[in-house]
């Protein structure tokens, strides 16, 4: 049996402080034992290390948090970040379709995952769920890289049967490459499935119903799309399902809105939808910084939070504009606050880690390093610029973390841990 004892400053939010007063946990002088990558021990270091004396103690240099969970992010988009000029509809026909085509090369697939799981991993992030491309081979280039890499990913092959000339599947290839992929991969590594409709209008009504079939049949699978993100959008959707109530209601009327689905964005959502999503266990990825670029708008805290809606936080790469989970933390804070709503340090700590964690159904696995759970943190550096040192020299703890959202970013992820294991160090000190 393998034990390793790391010490440090300790801080995890495992429930939504929302709904929990004493959510937050935080050891200033912490140990943490791992045996064979688990947590097996947890709490103040003078109180925990007699217990473990003889084990080899790693120093932990930095503020220690859970590894970032990304609820929503396109491996295949990382290329076109930062891609000029649109909102949501005409964006995705000038720069990003054309760049999923190029998927259609499997080495062109391969390289891209690699290059985007190395840069989850120097933002901190180890567990993610994650858009691939129509094409069967993306999910596998995926997967692969993860498997050898040992990350928490979730994802699946796009169905969009009314996607443009050469990014089309149908119902029936939909369907069987989606079988194929879940046979394959079932039970690898850390590695889930998500089926992954694109969003309502690259699906016909027969792939969208054959969608809920699936989910039906396949009880670990999850249900991952995008949801009331921008305005243009919602009305094209609303003229081609007239007969339902809402967004939602669409996916509703196929069996896609469950306790495991999760929907990317929901920005302009009703009262009605908001209330559904509750009642079903179904939640958001709540994804700013996207919204900010596309020009999509600000989500509604304040709406979904009356509701008890389940959240968590993306970064939707390609639209969004950083991997960091840390600066997508900062920016919720900031579309918030444009709504006159406040979003708690702490929180947006949550909805970066466990919040997500449970949104994809993994709280069990990954997101608050309890005893239990898989020993995946980062250790962060508040001194990793001069400003944000001068910021958080000598402050307590919320405007040290608060400072990290705002100012911070992957210069501040000094290591990341993957199951006990360092699987990225910065090497600028
Ligand atoms: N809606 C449908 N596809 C996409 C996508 O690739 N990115 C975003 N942000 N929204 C979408
Ligand atoms: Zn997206």
Redesign the pocket.
């Known amino acids: 049996m393998a034990l390793q004892a790391f010490r440090g400053e300790l801080l995890s939010v495992a429930r939504d402080p929302r709904d929990c007063e004493d959510a937050v946990r935080h050891e200033p002088d912490g140990l943490l034992v791992v045996e064979d990558g688990i947590v097996v021990a947890r709490g103040p270091f003078a109180e925990l290390a007699p217990r473990f004396a003889d084990v080899a103690l790693e120093d932990l240099p930095g503020l220690v948090v859970p590894g970032f969970v990304d609820a929503h992010v ?1 491996y295949p ?1 990382m290329d076109r970040i930062a891609s000029h000029g649109e909102q ?1 509809l005409d964006w ?1 026909d000038r720069h ?1 379709f054309p760049a999923e085509k190029a998927l259609a090369a499997r080495a062109h697939a391969e390289a891209l995952a690699q290059a985007f799981l190395t840069e989850l991993l120097r933002n901190g992030t180890t567990s993610a769920l994650v ?1 691939a491309t129509v094409h069967e081979h993306s999910v596998d280039a995926l997967f692969e890289a993860a498997l050898e890499r040992g990350m928490r990913v979730i994802s699946g092959k796009v169905l969009m049967d009314l996607g443009p000339e050469g990014l089309r599947d149908t119902p029936a290839s939909g369907r069987a490459e989606s079988e194929a992929l879940v046979r394959r991969w079932r039970g690898r590594g850390r590695l889930g499935y998500a089926l992954t409709p ?2 309502a209008l ?1 699906s016909s009504d027969e792939q969208l119903a054959d969608a809920g079939a699936f989910l039906a049949e396949h009880r670990d699978v999850l249900l991952h799309t ?1 949801l009331a ?1 921008n305005v243009h ?1 919602c009305a094209a959707v609303a003229q081609r399902f007239p007969e339902a109530a809402d967004y939602l209601d669409v996916y509703d009327r196929f069996g896609l809105v469950g306790p495991r689905s999760v929907f ?2 929901g920005v302009h959502l009703g009262d009605r939808a908001c209330s559904r999503l509750h009642e079903s266990g179904a939640g958001i990825a709540v ?1 700013p910084s ?1 919204n900010l670029f ?1 020009g999509s708008g600000h989500f509604d805290f304040g709406q979904a939070d009356r509701h008890g809606v389940k959240l968590g936080l993306g970064t ?1 790469i390609g ?1 969004g504009t950083s991997f960091s989970m840390l600066h997508t933390a900062g920016l919720a804070y900031q579309a918030a606050l444009a709504r006159e709503d406040r979003l708690d340090t702490f929180r947006a700590l949550y909805l970066a880690t466990a919040g997500s964690a449970r949104l994809l159904g993994i709280a069990d696995r990954v997101g608050a390093l309890e005893v239990g759970q898989e020993a995946d943190f980062v250790v962060l550096d508040p001194a990793s610029t001069p400003l944000l040192a001068r910021r958080t020299r000598g402050a307590p703890l919320a405007e040290r973390l608060f400072a990290l959202q705002i100012l911070g970013d992957d210069r501040a992820v000094a290591r990341t841990y993957l199951l006990g294991r360092c699987a990225w160090q910065r090497t600028f000190s």
Request: proline share 0%.
């Open positions: 396109h988009q949501l995705l990003i858009f694109r969003f690259t995008h993100e959008e990317a964005h994804c996207s596309l939707d639209a």
